[in-house]
């Protein structure tokens, strides 16, 4: 591979943004591929990926380089040439990258592997988290699994087209995909392509979605004709699901602390052909109110640490802190309590995180059905999706039905 000078520049101030700026990487990498219209989609792809990957690897390639944050650029630059050496790269007779020491980069990573929190690269208090929560030995598979690059998921909108015409239709644009068993849905491509400029994204005939997320719609049973509330439904990728098991019939609320996410996804709704869901936003609790006991399903996608998506937001790794984990949890359990309140008897709801956390997931539901609101619930069944056996976002769900 022959590198040019302009998209390894490129990738340098995006490094820049993301680490010494505290800017997400996607909307990182969106300012920067915006910076030549020139560039191919080779080029783009370069960037982005070499971007993520040294993101991924800050850890374990800012202890080879010896580099410190806040990182200047030089420093970026050795990240970048670990980056290179690593990957078997020719390193370009270029000044910023002058003397780098080959042999000793191999070395430093040969002897770095041997211990998880470099290799996997993460911060101590994570590793120490992962490993008291989920043991030793599925820790270390999962951060590893968490890891690799995500694969790009569709999910095939069945209110306007069965997934066999969608894998022709998309063939015809020149992205092949491939079926994925257990998952009714959803098809993977074959190659990391821009799906969001074909026709049939356009025309709504599919939405990108994880393959575990798109475990969670089905598992709340919900039934053409339901009243249906998703109460934390953001930009509404399983509201959107949740629509086509309902193929349009009864009553579909959307509710958000956002309204800005609430806007995009009414956006969504009108591309996917919605015509059954409304969107409403929490602004006070007579929201959630006028609501009570009028739900035959309810979800509850709740906001989490978002440990299990790390495969496609590695910066979540130098973002997340260990007290937003104790906030949240806080979070979590209000939610259940409160939320949990426009179940009608008889109704059934499912709690869901992207969390792989034990404490997060099955201990926030069992100190719900030992509650006084919990008590009107019985635990139906729960999933534990996890990124090292499935090899798509790690996630967790629980199904309840209120008494009747």
């Given at each position: 591979?022959?590198?040019?000078?302009?998209?390894?520049f490129?990738?340098?101030d995006?490094?820049?943004l993301?680490?010494?700026?505290?800017?997400?990487?996607?909307k990182?990498?969106?300012?920067?591929?915006?910076?030549?219209k020139r560039?191919g989609?080779?080029?783009?792809?370069?960037?982005?990926?070499?971007?993520?990957d040294?993101?991924r690897?800050k850890r374990?390639?800012?202890e080879?380089?010896?580099?410190?944050?806040p990182?200047t650029?030089?420093?970026?630059?050795?990240l970048?040439?670990?980056?290179?050496?690593l990957k078997?790269?020719?390193i370009?007779?270029?000044k910023q990258l002058e003397g780098?020491p080959?042999?000793?980069?191999?070395g430093?990573?040969?002897e770095?592997s041997?211990?998880?929190?470099?290799?996997e690269?993460?911060p101590?208090?994570?590793?120490?988290?992962?490993?008291?929560?989920l043991?030793?030995?599925l820790?270390?598979?999962e951060?590893?699994?968490l890891?690799q690059?995500a694969?790009?998921?569709?999910?095939t909108?069945?209110?306007?087209?069965?997934?066999?015409?969608?894998?022709?239709f998309?063939?015809k644009e020149?992205?092949?995909?491939?079926?994925l068993d257990?998952y009714?849905d959803?098809?993977r491509?074959?190659?990391?392509k821009n799906v969001?400029?074909?026709s049939?994204?356009?025309?709504?005939?599919?939405?990108?979605q994880d393959?575990?997320?798109?475990?969670v719609?089905?598992f709340?049973?919900?039934?053409?004709?339901?009243?249906?509330?998703?109460?934390?439904?953001?930009?509404?990728?399983?509201t959107?699901?949740l629509a086509?098991?309902?193929?349009?019939?009864?009553?579909?609320?959307?509710l958000?602390?956002?309204e800005?996410?609430?806007k995009?996804?009414?956006?969504?709704?009108r591309?996917?052909?919605?015509?059954?869901?409304?969107?409403r936003?929490?602004?006070?609790?007579?929201v959630?109110k006028k609501?009570?006991?009028?739900?035959?399903?309810?979800?509850?996608?709740?906001?989490?640490?978002g440990?299990?998506?790390?495969?496609?937001?590695?910066?979540?790794?130098?973002?997340?802190?260990?007290?937003?984990?104790?906030?949240?949890m806080?979070?979590?359990?209000?939610?259940l309590q409160?939320?949990?309140k426009m179940?009608?008897?008889g109704g059934?709801m499912?709690?869901?995180?992207?969390s792989i956390?034990?404490?997060e997931?099955?201990?926030q539901?069992?100190k719900f059905?030992?509650?006084?609101?919990?008590k009107?619930f019985?635990?139906i069944k729960?999933k534990n999706?996890y990124?090292?056996e499935?090899?798509?976002?790690?996630f967790y769900m629980a199904?309840?039905?209120?008494?009747?």
């Open positions: 591979m022959r590198l040019h000078r302009n998209l390894v490129a990738v340098i995006a490094l820049n993301i680490f010494n700026e505290g800017e997400y990487a996607d990182v990498i969106e300012k920067v591929l915006r910076y030549d560039w989609a080779r080029d783009r792809g370069f960037i982005a990926e070499t971007t993520y040294i993101v690897w374990l390639y800012a080879i380089a010896e580099a410190h944050e990182f650029r030089p420093h970026l630059f050795r970048f040439s670990v980056w290179c050496v078997g790269i020719r370009p007779d270029w780098t080959e042999r000793r980069i191999k430093r990573f040969d770095l041997k211990i998880r929190k470099f290799r690269s993460i101590d208090w994570m590793d120490e988290l992962g490993e008291k929560s043991g030793n030995k820790w270390t598979k951060i590893a699994a890891n690059q694969d790009v998921i569709l999910r909108n069945t209110l306007k087209i069965q997934k066999d015409q969608l894998r022709s998309l063939a020149d992205i092949e995909t491939q079926i257990g009714p959803a098809l491509l074959k190659e990391r969001f400029v074909t049939a994204f356009k025309d709504g005939l599919f939405e990108v393959a575990s997320s798109q475990l719609a089905p709340l049973e919900v039934e053409p004709g339901h009243r249906v509330i998703d109460a934390c439904a953001g930009a509404g990728g399983k959107l699901h086509s098991y309902m193929e349009n019939k009864g009553q579909l609320i959307a958000d602390i956002y800005s996410k609430l995009k996804l009414k956006v969504r709704a591309r996917n052909g919605v015509h059954n869901m409304e969107t936003v929490i602004d006070s609790t007579k959630i609501l009570h006991n009028s739900a035959d399903r309810l979800l509850l996608d709740a906001p989490c640490s440990l299990g998506v790390i495969k496609r937001n590695p910066d979540s790794k130098w973002k997340l802190e260990p007290e937003f984990i104790d906030r949240i806080g979070v979590q359990q209000d939610i409160n939320y949990s179940v009608k008897k059934q499912v709690y869901a995180t992207c956390l034990p404490q997931n099955s201990e539901v069992k059905l030992e509650s006084e609101n919990g009107d019985e635990f729960e999706v990124a090292s499935s090899g798509f976002d790690g199904l309840m039905k209120k008494k009747a």
